[in-house]
Nanobody, 117 residues
């Protein structure tokens, strides 16, 4: 059974930082590209970042470029999202996903991030 479990969310003041983790089990982690998405109340799910199997290729959504960093540790089956200079508009539920090619096959349950002004 494949599981992706996010952690590290919480309440932080504007300008602060958080580090999200997504631990995977039940799959061959190193063959999957991984991504982070977020969804705020009343809004569609938004792409945040993605990282290739090897970690060499990385992309970010425009709204987080220069503030967020995605990374992965294939030995620990974990992907991370370091979030700095947080803004109230970053408030959302953050989800990690795993994909083989273009479509995400597995999703986590999400972790809430709330940024107060």
């Amino acid at each position: 059974q494949v599981q992706l479990v996010e952690s590290g969310g919480g309440l932080v003041q504007s300008g602060g930082s958080l580090r999200l983790s997504c631990a995977a089990s039940g799959l061959t982690f190193s063959v999957y590209a991984l991504g982070w998405f977020r969804q705020a109340p009343g809004k569609e799910r938004e792409f945040v970042a993605t990282i290739s199997r090897s970690g060499v290729s990385i992309e970010y959504g425009d709204s987080v470029k220069g503030r967020f960093t995605i990374s992965r540790d294939n030995a620990k089956n974990t992907v991370y999202l370091q979030m700095n200079s947080l803004k109230p508009e970053d408030t959302a539920i953050y989800y990690c996903g795993a994909r083989l090619v273009t479509s995400y096959k597995y999703w986590g349950q999400g972790t809430q991030v709330t940024v107060s002004s």
